[in-house]
C-alpha cells in the first residue's frame, strides 16, 4: 500500500476505534499540563498492576530474530522493576505482547486488539513499537484527546515524531534520523567531502526528514561547521522484495539504477536514508553498477539493527565498508555483557529464534530501557501523589530525564526525544566494527581512526568528494583554461567585426 494512499485512508481506519476509545475511562481530554501534585482525585491503592502493551517486529523478514531479543529486554525491564521492591511498593508490572510486523495494517490491529484485549486488562501504557509507520499510528490513538496514554518506543526514528502538538504522549529511547545530521556534516569535515549525494526512500516522513537534513547540511552559517553541496534522490522499494531478492526486470531497480548513475556523475559520497531493506536495496544494486570500487564512500544510520545473514555473499560484498551510524553503547562493559547473558537465558527458556551473536543488539537494550522509561515516569507520579492515567503528564515528566541505562548514556528533551552520542561503525567482513564517536556531550567533538576503516573496493586512501583524478570539480587551472578559452572567443568575434567594418569601409569610399 502506497504512503500517499495511508495518509487518505489512515482517518478512516482509526475512525471506528477512536469512536469507541472516546468513551473509554482513559479517552478523556486533559485540561491542563503538569497539574500541581494533589490536583488528581484518583486515590492510589496498592497492590496496583501495571499493564504495557508491548508490541515488536517477530514476522518480518530483515527484523523478526531481533525482535524476539527485544521482547525478551522487555520481560527482564519488568522482572527486574517488579524485584526491586523499594522502587514502586505496592506495585506489580505485567505485560501484553503483540507483534507490529513493521507494518501499518499488522501494526494498527496490534494496537487496537492490545487496547481493547480479551484479556479485559487495561492497558497503562505503550512500549516499543518496530518502525515509525506504527508508531505514527500509536501516537494518534494514544494522544491526550483519545486514549492518553504514554507510548515509549525503542526503535522509531521518524523525525515527525518530534512534534509534541501533534504526538503529546510519545517518546523514545532511539535517536531520530535527524539527530544524526551534525555527526554526518562533522565526517564530511573530516574528509573534507563537500559535495554529497542523499538517497531517502521516497516515504512521506523520510523525504521531509532527508529535506532538513540538506538544508542543514548546505547552511555553514547555521550548522556552524561546514557547508555541503547535497543532491537529492527519492529511491522506491517493492514491498514484494521483502525476502532481499532483486528484480532487475522491475521498474524500481531500473529507475535506481538510473538514479545512480546521475549520482556518478555528481559525487563519491552517497547518503542512504531509508529501512535496512532499503539500504540493502541500494547497495545491492549500487555493486551491480561497479560502485564498489574504492572510489565511493556510502553511510548510513542504524543498519546494523538488521538481521543480516552471512552466508549471503552478494550480501556480505555490497555492504563491506559502510561507515553506519548508531547510539553510542559500550558493548564490552561488564553490565552489558551481564544483561546480554540476561536475554539470552529468557531467549533460551521462551525457545525464542536466536541471533546467533555474542552479545544483545542495541535496539534489545533500547527496549529495557523504554520499559524503565515509563516506569520512573510512573514513579514519579506516584511519588507526587499524582494520578498515574494522565499519558501527556507522564511524558511531559520524562523532560530532563537522565541516567546510564543499557543503552548507554540516556537524555530526554523536552519533545520526548533522545540526546546522546553517535558511534560510527564500520562494516568489515559482515561485522560492525567502531571506528569513531561523535560526542554531542564534548561541544558536539569527532574521534575517527582513519587508519582502521576498510573502504568499499579496499583502497589506500578515502574517496575524495571529487573523485580521484577530480573529475567532478573544477580545479583552478580548469577555470583557467576557461576562462582563457573565453577570451579568445571575445577576441575573435571583435576581430571579424573589425575586418568587416574595414572592408566595408574600403567599398563605400
Not at 428 to 455: H, R, Y
Amino acid at each position: 500500500m502506497s504512503w500517499v494512499c495511508f495518509t487518505v485512508i489512515l482517518p478512516f481506519l482509526i475512525l471506528g476505534f477512536l469512536t469507541r476509545a472516546g468513551d473509554s475511562e482513559s479517552g478523556y481530554k486533559v485540561e491542563s499540563k503538569l497539574k500541581k501534585a494533589g490536583s488528581n482525585p484518583e486515590v492510589i491503592t496498592p497492590n496496583h498492576t501495571i499493564t504495557i502493551a508491548v508490541l515488536t517486529d517477530i514476522s518480518s523478514t530483515l527484523y523478526s530474530t531481533t525482535g524476539y531479543e527485544n521482547l525478551a529486554a522487555a520481560r527482564l525491564a519488568i522482572e527486574d522493576i517488579n524485584a526491586n521492591k523499594s522502587f514502586l511498593p505496592g506495585y506489580h508490572f505485567d505485560m501484553l505482547f503483540k507483534d507490529d510486523g513493521c507494518d501499518m495494517e499488522v501494526g494498527l490491529k496490534a494496537l487496537t486488539n492490545a487496547y481493547d484485549n480479551d484479556e479485559n486488562k487495561k492497558i497503562n501504557a505503550v512500549i516499543g513499537i518496530s518502525c515509525s509507520v506504527v508508531c505514527e499510528l500509536a501516537g494518534y490513538l494514544c494522544a491526550s484527546d483519545q486514549w492518553n496514554i504514554p507510548v515509549v518506543s525503542h526503535s522509531c526514528s521518524s523525525d515527525d515524531l518530534s512534534k509534541t502538538d501533534k504526538y503529546p504522549t510519545f517518546a523514545r529511547l532511539s535517536l531520530s534520523v535527524f539527530k544524526y545530521t551534525n555527526a554526518i556534516i562533522a565526517i564530511c569535515k573530516k574528509f573534507e567531502w563537500t559535495k554529497v549525494g542523499l538517497m531517502v526512500n521516497n516515504i512521506d516522513w523520510y523525504v521531509k526528514t532527508a529535506g532538513k537534513m540538506k538544508e542543514l547540511m548546505t547552511d555553514q552559517e547555521k550548522n556552524g561547521v561546514y557547508g555541503i553541496q547535497v543532491f537529492l534522490e527519492k529511491f522506491y522499494y517493492d514491498d514484494e522484495d521483502e525476502d532481499g531478492s532483486i528484480d532487475e526486470n522491475s521498474d524500481t531497480y531500473k529507475l535506481l539504477v538510473e538514479q545512480l548513475n546521475r549520482m556518478k556523475q555528481k559525487v563519491r559520497v552517497i547518503i542512504i536514508v531509508g529501512y535496512a531493506r532499503d539500504i540493502i536495496f541500494v547497495l545491492k544494486t549500487a555493486k551491480k553498477q561497479g560502485m564498489n570500487n574504492g572510489h565511493f564512500a556510502f553511510l548510513t544510520q542504524e543498519f546494523i539493527q538488521a538481521d543480516l545473514k552471512k552466508d549471503d555473499k552478494e550480501l556480505i560484498q555490497s555492504i563491506q565498508g559502510v561507515l553506519d551510524l548508531e547510539p553510542l553503547l559500550n558493548k564490552s562493559d561488564h553490565n552489558y555483557i551481564s544483561f546480554s547473558e540476561r536475554v539470552r537465558k529468557i531467549v533460551d527458556e521462551k525457545q525464542y529464534p536466536k541471533t546467533g551473536k555474542d552479545v544483545a543488539n542495541l535496539i534489545a537494550a533500547q527496549m529495557y530501557d523504554a520499559v524503565w522509561l515509563y516506569a520512573k515516569s510512573l514513579k514519579r507520579a506516584v511519588d507526587q501523589n499524582y494520578g498515574i492515567d494522565d499519558g501527556e503528564w507522564l511524558v511531559e515528566s520524562m523532560t530532563g530525564s537522565k541516567w546510564d541505562g543499557m543503552s548507554g548514556e540516556i537524555r530526554i528533551d523536552e519533545a520526548g526525544d533522545r540526546l546522546g552520542n553517535v558511534q560510527i561503525m564500520n562494516i568489515q567482513s559482515g561485522d560492525f566494527k567502531q571506528v569513531g564517536t561523535w560526542w554531542m556531550s564534548k561541544n558536539k567533538s569527532l574521534d575517527l581512526s582513519v587508519e582502521n576503516i576498510a573502504w568499499p573496493g579496499a583502497p589506500e586512501e578515502h574517496p575524495a568528494a571529487c573523485g580521484r583524478q577530480y573529475e567532478l570539480c573544477e580545479t583552478y587551472s580548469d577555470a583557467v583554461a576557461k576562462i582563457t578559452l573565453m577570451a579568445l572567443v571575445c577576441m575573435a568575434f571583435l576581430f571579424g567585426l573589425l575586418v568587416r567594418l574595414y572592408l566595408y569601409n574600403r567599398t563605400n569610399k
